[in-house]
């Protein structure tokens, strides 16, 4: 392995860790977050929807480094003394949560009519239908967009750096500052993201392959 | 806070952005230019890497491949480090710019490389038949019957990959580019400005992908009725 | 005009077609007749060459499809333009129609001439108004597929196919997808090409169609031809106890095994 590469070893896995540490947190918060949402957005009464319909338009429209940027100048302006970790972390969160909110409304939508007709047919109420129903299935359509939702959240928690927050792709433009060594140490970086990430790619494309529903 | 502060700090803020404006709307063309830069860029780079991908022999083909799973697999940022920190090393100095245009435009390349393949297998395989029944050449069948239904079928995966492209313009402002969020980060850096800015910023940017997505959306509904 | 001796073809382990062995003349309209999985369907896309075979000859007016001998004895695969060029002479239509959505009814018309064959726009234009005019259609012309009904749409296929000006037409189930109230329009369509001296091999389950329109019946199965002959005798006195029973099935008696 590359000398500068090799020495600064140690302190890019400390940052890998952070960023595994946010990537954790993120990606289940967030997801945990669109799924209430999502949920409200399609089953939700006229305003609910309306409101559930704006936040995804407004927040898939704009930047997540704008977000994470509003969120970390948001908390001072309020009043209140968060960390950097924090603010962007709950930036990211609601960024996230509307792609994840999106995926859950239509997923739930699609599951086909003649389904939920069926079950009415057989008297079921509507609580139920939504759990052993539309439920399953909608998760099961689900799946592969959002593990490519959570590949992509995974890669912009490196976007902190920008707004200040330390991880891996922050302390990797230290090393280099320091030490000038650019391709040894972004390369190196880069592989380690690949690593990181990879398997959530791999496994998502396979799911692609898998998780087409019969009709 | 009570109903006349309110306004009085609506005032003030209303007042504040306006004098912002001149600032932000010069970050803002510089966001659009570099988007205006980088989307051609992609579009082609996506469309050279088409060939290869689809039936290179398996070595280019593997390469290919390989180039789009890491692009798949790494953050747009450290790509743009990479180039920026990367290329005075061998003797290259392009502008921050240029870094970034570039960096947008072959990890988004990438992307448009595999959307462009998902819109032409999706055509039937029954349409080649078709097409071979009467008489036509593997590449005529393509070129007349196969391309224009992919083009149709693209349309929308398109305009949604361009609106991301339109997003990541801002990872430009790591490097230094006055782009509409790094004018932003200077205002409240230098004034005493609150988030209120970017507000004014995010509506900006949802004013563009919105006007994007309408775009595409209208252009997907009049081939819609045929597919 | 068509010669086809001892073809085999296999999908892997499957032996499709296990020495297929029949000719057609000039003129003459031969149906297929069989169960599924028969090779009825396998055996017209080797005719047109959709599908490469493993062994024997198909003979398309002494010319042999797909392949060419080789100064040594060989068999050599053709090139894809002979292949193509072999196609414009042999029209398909396909059970599931197959038009092109993007294009009206009159442009999938023209593709072929336009496409395949280099024809102006005039002269395909020419041959697309009078070939929908043929099959009915000319009101449809500027009309997309999607907005056609089954009956309709595989009159423009069959239109489609004819503007190549084939030798021999090929007719794979073509109303097997279609609503029974529409299966007319098009069996007319077909009838009245076979008065016009067209040659044709029909795959069919349209048993009262094929005694009218057929000059010869041949029944698959698995594979092999099993009987061959005048509709009449064929469709009255089979001879072998699986085109009785096949008959039996599309006679009403949904239940015999």
Redesign the interface.
């Known amino acids: 392995m590359p000398d500068v590469l090799a020495k600064n070893l140690p302190y890019l896995l400390s940052g890998a860790v952070m960023t595994l540490w946010l990537s954790l947190a993120v990606v289940s918060l967030s997801t945990a977050l669109g799924f209430i949402i999502g949920t409200l957005g399609a089953v939700g009464g006229r305003t609910t929807r309306a409101f559930v319909t704006a936040y995804i338009?407004?927040l898939?429209?704009?930047?997540?480094?704008?977000?994470m940027?509003?969120g970390y100048?948001?908390f001072p302006?309020f009043g209140y003394r968060a960390n950097a970790y924090v603010a962007v972390g709950a930036a990211q969160i609601v960024y996230a949560g509307a792609f994840v909110a999106e995926i859950v409304r239509s997923a739930i939508l699609s599951v086909p009519a003649g389904q939920i007709a069926a079950a009415r047919g057989l008297g079921m109420p509507r609580a139920k239908i939504l759990m052993h129903v539309v439920f399953p299935q909608a998760v099961r359509l689900a799946i592969p967009p959002l593990l490519n939702t959570s590949?992509t959240t995974i890669?912009?928690t490196?976007?902190a750096?920008?707004v200040g927050a330390w991880e891996l792709?922050y302390a990797?433009?230290e090393v280099?500052e320091r030490t000038?060594a650019?391709?040894q140490i972004?390369?190196g970086?880069?592989a380690i993201?690949?690593c990181i990430?990879?398997p959530l790619?791999a496994l998502s494309r396979w799911c692609e392959g898998r998780f087409v529903v019969a009709h | 806070m009570r109903a006349a502060t309110r306004m009085d700090y609506a005032a003030q803020v209303t007042s504040f952005l306006l004098g912002q404006m001149p600032k932000l709307l010069a970050g803002f063309a510089v966001t659009l230019t570099v988007a205006v830069a980088a989307i051609p860029l992609a579009l082609a780079f996506g469309m050279l890497l088409l060939a290869p991908r689809l039936s290179g022999r398996g070595l280019i083909r593997g390469a290919v491949q390989a180039y789009i799973e890491v692009m798949r697999g790494t953050p747009l940022l450290l790509q743009i480090y990479l180039i920026y920190f990367g290329l005075p090393l061998i003797g290259l100095f392009p502008s921050e710019f240029t870094c970034g245009v570039v960096g947008i435009a072959l990890q988004h390349g990438a992307f448009l490389c595999e959307l462009y393949r998902g819109a032409i297998e999706s055509v039937s395989q029954r349409q080649w038949e078709a097409g071979r029944a009467i008489g036509m050449t593997r590449l005529a069948v393509f070129r007349y019957a196969i391309l224009p239904q992919a083009l149709m079928k693209v349309l929308g995966p398109l305009g949604n990959q361009l609106i991301v492209l339109i997003k990541d313009t801002s990872l430009v402002s790591a490097i230094g580019v006055m782009e509409l969020t790094l004018t932003g980060k200077m205002v409240i850096e230098r004034s005493a400005a609150s988030f209120e800015i970017f507000v004014a910023v995010a509506l900006f940017y949802l004013i563009v992908t919105a006007a994007v997505g309408a775009g595409f959306r209208l252009a997907e509904q009049r081939y819609a009725g045929r597919l | 005009m068509i010669e086809v001796v001892q073809l085999t073809k296999s999908f892997g382990e499957l032996r499709v077609l296990d020495g297929i062995s029949f000719g057609v003349d000039k003129a003459e309209v031969v149906v297929v007749l069989g169960p599924s999985g028969s090779g009825k369907s396998t055996l017209l896309r080797c005719v047109s060459f959709l599908e490469p075979y493993d062994g024997g000859e198909i003979r398309i007016d002494g010319e042999l499809v797909g392949y060419r001998m080789s100064g040594r004895g060989q068999r050599v695969p053709r090139s894809e333009a002979e292949n193509a060029r072999h196609r414009q002479q042999v029209g398909m239509v396909f059970q599931s129609f197959n038009l092109f959505p993007h294009k009206t009814a009159l442009e999938n018309v023209m593709m072929g001439p336009l496409h395949a064959r280099g024809q102006t726009k005039a002269e395909a234009l020419e041959i697309g108004l009078s070939l929908l005019a043929k099959v009915d259609l000319s009101d449809k012309a500027n009309e997309y597929p999607i907005r056609l009904s089954g009956g309709q749409q595989q009159r423009v296929a069959i239109a489609r196919a004819l503007a190549m000006r084939p030798k021999v037409m090929l007719f794979d189930e073509v109303t097997s997808a279609l609503d029974p109230e529409l299966v007319g329009e098009v069996l007319i369509v077909i009838r009245e090409l076979a008065r016009e001296g067209m040659t044709m091999i029909i795959v069919t389950h349209e048993i009262p169609f094929a005694r009218d329109v057929a000059d010869r019946i041949i029944f698959m199965d698995k594979g092999l031809i099993v009987e061959e002959g005048a509709p009449g005798q064929v469709l009255m006195a089979p001879a072998s106890q699986r085109l009785q029973l096949f008959l039996r099935r599309y006679q009403g008696d949904y239940l015999a095994t």
Request: proline share 3%; charged share 10%; net charge positive.
């Open positions: 338009f407004i898939r429209g704009i930047p997540v480094l704008v977000v940027f509003l100048y948001a302006a590949l890669k912009q490196s976007y750096s920008v792709t990797a433009r280099v000038l650019a391709f972004f390369l970086v880069m993201y690949f990430c990879y790619s």
